[in-house]
């Protein structure tokens, strides 16, 4: 089992609609949580971060804890086609430390 | 946000030569630095963690002979490929985190595009 889990997609959503990303991690103590974009060819750009259970909004985009279920999500509302990237979950154990990433979910969407 | 550079930004290299790759945090003190690479249409592949007067800390299956990592200083650390083969060729990307009250996020630089011949 990998340490951390993401659906490979791709995901497809027209202009406009929800996207919803999801993540689920192995190792209950983890602390941190974050959701990085990553656009073809470029570096990742952090766009979230959650530390405690429950939602955690910043614009179109919405982060959802559950520690008990090992689960984190990323919603985008009102999607754009610009929003079109792959995105990647991170996990991270304790204060210092590395994170450990997901393969990524491709999100296209379509105009 | 914090800003991290990397140079340069693209380099091509005959084989059997070493390229040196700098990580810089401009805006913060970075007391941990990663270094990742990154195949084409793959996931991102830590390489090691380096902590600012340490020794890196490889990953399993990283040469630390080949990939010759220095964090000398909170603001810069360098990641040098030594003896670099066309295998080689790669995305290369550094991240950086502070012990300031983003401690706990990480933050990428732009990445380096390595071609070896």
């Known amino acids: 089992q990998k340490e951390v889990e993401q659906n490979s997609g791709p995901l497809s959503v027209p202009e406009g609609a929800i996207a919803s990303l999801n993540c689920t991690y192995s190792d209950r103590g983890s602390q941190s949580f974050f959701w990085y974009r990553q656009y073809s060819g470029k570096s990742p750009e952090l766009i979230m971060s959650i530390y405690s259970n429950g939602d955690k909004e910043d614009g179109r985009f919405t982060a959802q804890l559950n520690k008990a279920s090992q689960y984190v999500s990323l919603l985008i509302r009102d999607s754009q086609p610009s929003d079109s990237a792959t995105y990647l979950c991170a996990v991270r154990l304790s204060d210092a430390g590395k994170s450990t990433f997901g393969d990524g979910t491709t999100l296209t969407v379509k105009p | 946000g914090a800003v991290v550079s990397q140079h340069p930004s693209w380099v091509i290299c005959k084989s059997g030569t070493s390229v040196k790759i700098e990580c810089r945090s401009l805006?913060?003190?970075?007391?941990?630095m990663f270094w990742y690479r990154q195949f084409p249409k793959q996931s991102l592949m830590l390489m090691a963690t380096?902590?600012?007067?340490?020794?890196?800390?490889?990953e399993q299956g990283v040469e630390k002979d080949k990939f010759l990592i220095n964090h000398a200083s909170l603001t810069l650390s360098t990641l040098t490929v030594t003896s670099a083969h066309p295998e080689d060729s790669s995305f290369y990307i550094c991240s950086a985190s502070s012990a300031g009250p983003s401690y706990n996020e990480q933050f990428f630089g732009p990445g380096t595009r390595l071609t070896v011949l």
């Open positions: 805006d913060f003190q970075a007391t941990t």
């Open positions: 380096s902590n600012e007067g340490s020794k890196a800390t490889y």
